[in-house]
């Protein structure tokens, strides 16, 4: 019985094109490890390297974006840097295309602002994009941003299609918040 | 004046970083994700802000090999950028080399960018860099 439910559960993420898939608490630590593998990977399938920085920075991106704004963090310590927030994250290939996926909850108050910037994000081009990042680099972060727009700005130029994202109610305090880039 | 040499090794996530004050030479190598971009390139940037307000201090070479950086650093690095370009309105000289690795388009439009905003420093573009 436990050999057929860890392999039923093995089977369904490699049904869904699953290279490796995290649910937990996530960390600078863990991004560091996982990113690391994430490359060894693609390396492995002989990827072209420049898929390999396009794949990683997106993963890095995604992972980062989890532990700041996933609305379940704990701290270790009073260090931002030990800190841990909950969140899932996968990698896999569809046809010939690799993509990075992550899911976290977030504050019902948050979410709408999020929404808004994704919406737009998704409506631009590529010229576009360019010249969105260039501004916001250039601007004074919002308060209490560790600068999340630049970063999906990154995950977007990245991508190879628009971003896929969808916000779901948990509750009434939070959603789950879902963002799926190709590359 | 105080010594503000800087002498950061390069770990797997966060660059090289060396300053001479005497030559005026800032080598900047390696990738940047660190765990924390601000408390990394914070008293970076504090430490060159110190040595860029004398006016009378030697001209500034700045030399940046950088193989991958995350959005938080290029904020950081914006930072620095625009430092270093006020430094060059005051009078100093200023020149700053990107170089990057020519298969890297990614790498070459920041490097565009990035040049953008220099107008009384000089920003070259450099394809030498092996990853």
């Known amino acids: 019985m436990l050999a057929q439910d860890i392999l039923?559960?093995?089977?369904?993420?490699?049904?869904?094109?699953?290279?490796f898939a995290y649910s937990g608490y996530l960390s600078e630590a863990l991004l560091f490890s996982l990113g690391g593998t994430v490359k060894q990977q693609l390396e492995i399938k002989n990827t072209e390297s420049k898929t390999v920085r396009r794949v990683f920075s997106v993963f890095v991106e995604q992972v980062q974006n989890?532990?700041?704004?996933?609305?379940?963090?704990?701290?270790?310590?009073?260090?931002?840097?030990?800190?841990?927030s909950a969140g899932v994250i996968a990698v896999g290939?569809?046809?010939?295309?690799?993509?990075?996926?992550?899911g976290n909850t977030v504050k019902q108050s948050e979410a709408p602002k999020l929404e808004a910037r994704l919406n737009e994000i998704v409506s631009m081009d590529e010229p576009e994009l360019r010249q969105h990042y260039k501004q916001k680099l250039r601007e004074e972060p919002e308060e209490q941003s560790e600068g999340g727009t630049i970063g999906l700005l990154e995950i977007a130029r990245r991508a190879s299609a628009p971003l896929q994202f969808e916000f779901m109610t948990l509750d009434e305090e939070r959603q789950f918040f879902v963002l799926k880039a190709y590359i | 004046m105080e010594n503000t040499a800087l002498n950061i090794d390069q770990t797997p996530r966060s660059p090289k970083v060396s300053f001479d004050p005497a030559t005026g030479t800032l080598e900047v190598s390696g990738e940047s994700y660190?765990?924390?971009?601000?408390?990394?390139?914070?008293?970076?940037?504090?430490?060159?802000?110190g040595w860029l307000s004398d006016e009378d201090g030697p001209s500034v070479t700045v030399d940046i090999r950088l193989i991958y950086f995350n959005s938080s650093s290029a904020k950081a690095i914006m930072n620095?950028?625009?430092?270093?370009?006020?430094?060059?309105?005051?009078?100093?000289?200023?020149?700053?080399?990107?170089?990057?690795?020519?298969?890297?388009?990614?790498?070459?439009?920041?490097?565009?960018?990035?040049?953008?905003?220099?107008?009384s420093a000089t920003f070259n573009l450099k394809p030498d860099l092996t990853a």
């Open chain 2, 34 to 49: 660190p765990e924390d971009a601000s408390l990394f390139y914070g008293p970076i940037l504090k430490t060159l802000k």
């Open chain 1, 66 to 84: 989890v532990i700041r704004y996933s609305d379940e963090k704990e701290w270790h310590t009073d260090d931002k840097r030990d800190r841990q």
């Open chain 2, 80 to 119: 620095m950028f625009q430092m270093l370009e006020e430094a060059a309105e005051d009078g100093r000289s200023v020149t700053v080399n990107w170089h990057y690795d020519a298969d890297d388009d990614a790498m070459e439009e920041m490097g565009e960018d990035f040049s953008e905003d220099f107008e």
């Open chain 1, 8 to 19: 039923t559960f093995r089977n369904e993420l490699q049904k869904r094109n699953t290279l």
């Open chain 1, 93 to 102: 290939i569809e046809d010939t295309r690799f993509f990075v996926i992550c």
